[in-house]
């Protein structure tokens, strides 16, 4: 059984800007000697049962995150709570389930997951006046956090980002 003992704690992992809780969780998990194979176990670890399968999934509607749960995500990240709430949607702010959409220009500059792709507000990166990819181009198949953090490339078909970038309209 992995249980957490304060005194061998995690390696840290330091989240990035504006970078989403499910980008920082999987990050987090797979960081050299952490190797926390499931969002499950990371789960049972802080004791806080399937919520880290629900933030990796970017599902904040319904039951909302709660402050305990982030204390305890903190204790083993050592990552200030206050900076922890920052990768989750802010208060009446509504976020989009399921689909991921992408500023393929931004991940080609740091290849992570950003929360402001989800807001419902968001129209475009800011960044680059570009509009968001809410799938790829070519074969139309959804992104994933978890691929934006190993490939530039949509891993079905293989375009590259580089070749999706064109794609985007300005806005
Ligand atoms: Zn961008
Ligand atoms: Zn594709």
């Not at 059984?1 to 005194?7: K, Q, S, V």
């Not at 999934?57 to 200030?80: H, I, M, N, Y």
């Amino acid at each position: 059984m992995y249980t957490f003992d304060p005194n061998h704690p995690y390696t840290i992992v330091h989240p990035l800007e504006g970078e989403s809780i499910a980008s920082f969780l999987y990050r987090f998990r797979q960081a050299k000697g952490n190797r926390i194979s499931s969002a499950r176990q990371l789960g049972e670890i802080l004791e806080v049962g399937t919520v880290i399968n629900r933030w990796e999934d970017l599902l904040f509607g319904g039951r909302k995150p709660k402050q305990k749960q982030v204390e305890a995500l903190s204790k083993a990240t050592r990552v200030e709570v206050d900076r922890l709430w920052q990768m989750f949607p802010p208060k009446g702010e509504q976020s989009q389930p399921n689909t991921i959409r992408i500023c393929a220009a931004c991940c080609l500059e740091d290849s992570y997951h950003r929360i402001a792709w989800q807001f419902h507000s968001t129209a475009g990166c800011d960044r680059h006046r570009l509009r968001l990819l809410p799938r790829c181009w070519a074969c139309e198949k959804d992104f994933s956090v978890e691929a934006l953090l190993k490939e530039l490339r949509c891993v079905h078909c293989g375009m590259s980002f580089k070749s999706m970038v064109k794609k985007q309209k300005p806005y």
